[in-house]
């Protein structure tokens, strides 16, 4: 059994890292298996919600909301505010700073910028006359919800609350974790009061709401015995063994619920940064359908989008090229007969580059490397329009092809491909570190570093995309240059999942998810943009138990997603193999698949 640094076994649940509490009084102990279980289910039946009567809960449009989570005396504030941030970034005061020198008045100064402020009150805090007084004058001026924790008595402090309440008679670390989830809609609300405390809160009184975002449990929540899942360590520890890749980090949601997610290794054989189940990494070819492809939908679900529509239909510089009658159809099954890529470093000459930026050179390619202004312009994308078509009607894989999606996306929309799918995308559905050109927005020592580049860019490329072709256009391309965690992954998958929506919100209608990610070829496994299960029995791709209804994508950089509907399952491995060069070996010990095979094993043996 390994231990850490105090002598205390660390397990994970819930997607992140409790301590023992013989070991340390925070964060607490959390019940397992199916005692987390019963306790959620008691929490659930003691757990009652008022004043929703503007449906402020669960909080919907996420981009729109700026979150702040106040807690005075409630022990079990970490862990609250953890399963807060999985859902959006929520930043969190103690309001215990705030009396002596600085007072409530300053924690209002503070809030300035917020508006929504969750507030997490126990019994023992509402004797405090000036804590209520600040729930008062704080809801006239922002969306307050209060969370109440303790025993019924609590309810009548809150006589002159209009803000809605969340009230768990239950004070519990479970408590505290549901009622996070709940005010996302990871959790549906489901009761009403049974007796009356006061005029205000009488029996009959409460709302009800819906889950509709993900949950996160034990294995057991989903009908899974934990102990089943315990060869995913074993297969992640042996790639690390073995020097298929330093580190990675694996998520599994089942049902709609995140039932595991764990982090192994190192961002680098040194170890000297631990993997983090929030580290960003280069989600390399699941680009092409985490980006690409899930602008097509949107744009095909609004009638902006032919899928028999030709190349020269939108974009018309191809009019005059071999490309200008190969359908949108064609380019997403990679059937268009494009070639696999175009030149990439080594084709740009000395003059192309410099290691300042300027005027001149204004494309970031990587550290010390700028490339000349209209280098894709002037280089790069005459070269996809002059490329010859050898295969057409044939199955090719192309990274050329989402080069020409994307500029397909670009000119029906006038919006850049990495900023479209944030504010449509990303944003709305609370996926917070999704994106691309990491390096803008997160610190690099949250993105596992991939190759060690000393041919071109002389450099290890940390929060710079690997992909070279995707380099040299800046970092954005259609089929390579998006970052994210494996959160964020689980989160869009599962809005596919529930075919089109998540959150409260429609993304797209259920038949646009249905027939992107279907077998949409008559020569290949293929959808549209999406990759498939394979039918020939002997390759176990994605991997050997999974369905034929099975989608997702793989991504060089060492990544890959797969959607089970028939197993409601998303499926999510990320890792940086090609670091400190480019490595077979996660291919070679068939890593993804086995510890995917793990978890459908662990589905069939059920609890």
């Not at 106040?70 to 504030?77: G, K, P």
């Not at 070269?383 to 500029?407: A, C, H, I, W």
């Not at 499926?571 to 995917?596: A, E, W």
Request: charged letters at 20%; a neutral charge.
């Amino acid at each position: 059994m390994i231990k850490n640094k105090w002598g205390c076994i660390p397990f994970v649940l819930l997607g992140f890292t409790f301590l023992n509490t013989a070991c340390a009084q925070i964060p607490p102990l959390i019940p397992t298996g199916q005692a987390y279980v019963n306790e959620e289910r008691l929490v659930e039946r003691s757990t009652i919600l008022f004043n929703n009567s503007k449906y402020l809960l669960p909080l919907k449009d996420l981009d729109q909301l700026k979150i702040a989570s106040v807690h005075f005396s409630n022990q079990y504030a970490s862990a609250f505010d953890s399963l807060l941030n999985k859902y959006n970034k929520v930043q969190a005061f103690d309001g215990r700073m705030y009396n002596g020198a600085k007072t409530l008045a300053d924690l209002s100064a503070d809030l300035k910028w917020y508006n929504t402020v969750i507030l997490q009150v126990t019994d023992a805090d509402l004797n405090n006359p000036q804590i209520l007084d600040f729930i008062n004058s704080t809801q006239k001026l922002k969306n307050v919800i209060v969370a109440a924790f303790g025993s019924g008595t609590i309810l009548s402090k809150l006589n002159n609350v209009a803000a809605p309440i969340l009230w768990s008679e239950r004070l519990t670390v479970v408590s505290a974790l549901y009622s996070a989830q709940a005010i996302f809609g990871g959790l549906p609300v489901t009761q009403k009061l049974t007796r009356t405390y006061s005029p205000a809160f009488a029996a009959g009184m409460g709302f009800i709401t819906d889950k509709i975002r993900l949950q996160y449990t034990v294995p057991e929540d989903a009908g899974i015995n934990a102990g089943n899942l315990t060869g995913i360590d074993d297969i992640a520890r042996q790639a690390i063994a073995e020097h298929a890749t330093p580190g990675c980090v694996v998520l599994v949601a089942k049902d709609g619920k995140v039932i595991f997610n764990k982090a192994y290794g190192y961002h680098t054989y040194d170890k000297a940064i631990p993997d983090q189940i929030t580290d960003i990494f280069d989600l390399a070819s699941m680009t092409k359908i985490t980006a690409t492809t899930v602008e097509a939908m949107k744009l095909t679900d609004e009638g902006k989008l032919n899928l028999e529509a030709t190349l020269s239909d939108y974009v018309p510089l191809t009019r005059n090229s071999n490309k200008n009658n190969i359908q949108i159809r064609e380019l997403l099954m990679h059937q268009a007969g494009l070639i696999p890529d175009i030149k990439g470093f080594e084709k740009v000459k000395p003059t192309d580059h410099s290691t300042d930026s300027s005027a001149a050179y204004p494309t970031r390619v990587s550290d010390h490397y700028f490339l000349r202004k209209d280098y894709y312009k002037d280089v790069m994308f005459p070269e996809m329009l002059s490329s010859p078509l050898k295969t057409r009607g044939q199955y090719v894989y192309s990274d050329v092809s989402m080069l020409f999606m994307m500029e397909v996306l670009e000119n029906i929309t006038s919006v850049p491909e990495n900023v479209y799918v944030q504010q449509q995308f990303y944003k709305p559905l609370g996926m917070q570190t999704a994106g691309f050109l990491p390096l803008y927005r997160f610190n690099q020592n949250q993105i596992p570093p991939t190759e060690n580049d000393q041919e071109y860019r002389h450099s290890l490329l940390d929060g710079y995309v690997h992909d070279p072709t995707a380099a040299l256009m800046g970092g954005v391309a259609g089929h390579a240059g998006l970052f994210g965690s494996a959160n964020d992954v689980a989160i869009i998958y599962q809005m596919l999942l529930n075919r089109g929506t998540y959150g409260g919100t429609q993304y797209f209608k259920p038949e646009v998810v249905d027939l992107f990610t279907s077998k949409q070829s008559a020569v290949s496994r293929r959808g549209l943009g999406f990759d498939r299960w394979d039918p020939i029995a002997d390759r176990h791709y994605p991997s050997k138990l999974a369905s034929p209804q099975t989608y997702g994508h793989t991504g060089f950089t060492g990544t890959c997603i797969w959607v089970d509907p028939k197993y409601n399952l998303v499926y999510v491995f990320l890792s940086n193999r090609v670091h400190p060069d480019v490595s077979s070996k996660l291919g070679s010990l068939n890593i993804r698949p086995r510890i995917q095979d793990v978890v459908y094993e662990a589905i069939n043996k059920g609890m």
